[in-house]
């Protein structure tokens, strides 16, 4: 038995966010299965008091479908029963964004808050938790009096997380803000053991610790019901009711309070300095700091640099004082939900997997820059910059329909492709690529089972692992390139497509990744772009030209081989492009067609039309590119993009070889 005169002090936050890009069915599922029955469980129990984070994209939902749900809080939070946790308002990893964005997303929140609830938030939600040491004066100059991390965080700082009380003070040139240790222990026992195991540890903690213990519990709302397995648990076997019950029972030594209403009581336990970090999973997903993200994945440092580059346009526009403040705002509105941070990582979320979260960030990242280029009457330019900060310059070329980036550094590829007028990235793609739990797959296959049909107490999603196709081992293939478009390939003249499908081709000459020497013809109708690259193939001197002229919405290139050896080359010359796109009689199975001069792809998502020709005609491989990977409902199967190959048999002596492709975008 504990002594009397000491108590808990438990702090709960409950964290709920869906992406602003999210599918509508999603929302309202999580609405159903976990955001509205804890709260009908909550109002039960007028003793309970919690700290609450709606993300701003959550909120604005929930104000346009379920406005009688915000009553509901707005009534909690006049009766102070619960506490609402401000941030980001679009849920970005506050360090990986500009400062300023940083702020103006804060600000943003803390306006939207006080519009519907009438208060000031004095904490903020830490997305995923990612903190780096900058985070105080970030945080303070938002006003920003707390945040809460993991003790994992605490850990890495040399602290024994057992031993953590209360909150803590820190600092970054003397801009302070208090932290306050989220329980690792509380995370994995709510709600996935019996409400006693949790009381037990408390019990535990506050014996060991000789004085008052107060101890926090912050996660993700969607654990209490959305997560697989949990809805039966928590609500119709009552495990939350029955987790509220326990608390009110020890109300004598175990009290729930808000975080300010802590901070009120109590000052600081000490100082504290903590390194750059995570909660633990998260630690082992990044390699140990989130921004692995980006080097892991290209395609995540792609959309990153991207919205660091329309920020940079933006804070020059602002600079020019040529745009109304209406203007600026709507831009910056789509600036920051390009932000949102679930496609720029994955872990155990599908996050990056996930096209449409991927799209959702292109899509509010083009629709600022539209904005942008067209108070700027801007219709046609060349931007030449180290886009991505690889320390190799890109070339952005841009008019009234399209915007695309070329790498001369990268095959003379094509990593971007925008469609201005529907606001839609066609090269919005991803590779397929190892990841950690492709390891022995055959096995996990074998014990898959349904989480949904087990008894009992479920399981956490980090320690989960369903398979929700069975022969997924089929596609663990892995790309040699990143999954851009007009990549050249020289592939030995046995080549097959399921040797291009399988990446087991073999190159006579590697072109797809290598320096091309650049020049620029453009003049002031349309962009001309040369691109040539020469090697050396069987002792014979070759050069590849590409000429790639863009007007409006037409990209034209023209292929220039010349072989100025004296042995005649035999090899499969072919171009690839990779679409975001879904064309219902491309994407079912790997296909080939002969002989083609005409190729049209109609996709089924944007009602995006491409209209191919091809000079002399050639061959065409297409087949869907599908990616094994995590997401929170288990390992699987999904799609990405179209690939599209056009290749041509090459017989070459020493002569020259023209061809010619076209592409229109309608």
Known sequence: MQSQDKKVNLLI??????????????????????????????????????????????????????????????????????????????????TTIPFRDAIGQIEMFREKIKEIFDCEFKGAWLTERVWEPKLPYILNEAKVNFTIVDDSHFKNAGKDPEKLNGYYLSEDESKTVLIFPGSERLRYLLPFKLPHEAINYLRERLNSQGKDLTITFA????????????????????????????????????????????????????RVYLPCASYREMQEWSGGFFRNFFVKYPEANNMQKKMFFVSDRLNELEKKNSASANTLAIIKKHLYMGQFNDAYWHGIFGGLYLNHLRSGVYEHLIKAEN?????????????????????????????????????????????????????????????????????????KLQQAANIENQGGEPKSI???????????????????????????????????????????????????DVVYDFTNKSDNKKSILEFSRKEVIDLC???????????????????????????????????????????????????????????????????????????????????????????ESGVEKTYQELCVFFNWPVSLDNSKLKLKLEVKLV
């Not at 008091?49 to 006049?78: C, M, T």
């Not at 910059?385 to 095959?411: A, S, T, Y």
């Not at 590829?413 to 492709?438: A, M, P």
């Not at 491409?610 to 990977?629: K, Q």
Request: glycine share 4%; hydrophobic share 35%.
């Open 541 to 631: 001197p070759v050069k590849l030209t590409k000429t790639v002229t863009i007007t409006d919405n037409l990209i034209s290139v023209d292929y220039l081989l010349e072989n100025f050896g004296v042995k005649r080359l035999d090899f499969l010359f072919g171009a690839e492009f990779n679409f975001s796109l879904y064309d219902s009689g491309l994407c079912v199975a790997p296909a080939e067609e002969k002989s083609v001069s005409r190729f049209v792809v109609n996709d089924l998502w944007k009602e995006v039309q491409l209209e191919f020709s091809l000079s002399p005609s050639a061959g065409i491989w297409s087949f869907p590119v599908e990616t094994v990977s995590d997401s």
């Open 371 to 443: 904005l942008i280029e067209e108070i700027e009457k801007y219709h046609q330019n060349m931007i030449q910059c180290d886009f991505d900060k690889d320390g190799k310059e890109e070339i952005i070329i841009f008019n009234k329909k399209m915007r695309l980036c070329f790498r001369p550094q990268e095959g003379a590829t094509i990593s971007e492709w925008d469609d201005k007028l529907k606001c839609f990235n066609l090269t919005n793609t991803v590779s397929r690529r190892f990841e950690h739990y492709h390891k022995n797959l055959k096995e």
């Open 219 to 270: 996660d993700d709302g969607e654990k209490f019901g959305l997560w697989p397995g949990t809805n039966k648990w928590v609500y119709r076997e009552g495990w939350l009711h029955n987790f509220f019950a326990a608390l009110e029972e020890s109300k004598e030594w175990i009290n729930t309070l808000t975080f300010s209403e802590f901070i009120k009581r109590s000052g600081p336990t000490d």
């Open 462 to 512: 980090h320690d989960q692992k369903q398979i929700k196709d069975t022969d997924l081992d089929k596609f663990l293939i892995y790309d040699r390139y990143s999954r851009y478009s007009l990549r050249d390939y020289l592939l030995e003249p046995n080549t097959k497509l399921d040797d291009f499908y399988r990446a087991t081709f073999k190159e006579i000459a590697q072109m797809g």
């Open 13 to 94: 936050a409950i964290h709920c966010h869906q992406p602003v890009s999210n599918f509508a069915g999603i929302f309202q599922d999580a609405f159903e299965k976990s955001y509205l029955p804890f709260l009908d469980v909550l109002e039960d129990f007028n003793n309970i008091k919690a700290s609450f984070h709606y993300s701003g994209s959550l909120l604005d939902w929930l104000i346009q479908k379920h406005p009688e749900f915000i009553e509901r809080l707005k009534l909690l939070v006049k009766e102070k029963r619960i506490e609402i946790i401000g941030g980001g308002y679009y849920e970005p990893i506050l």
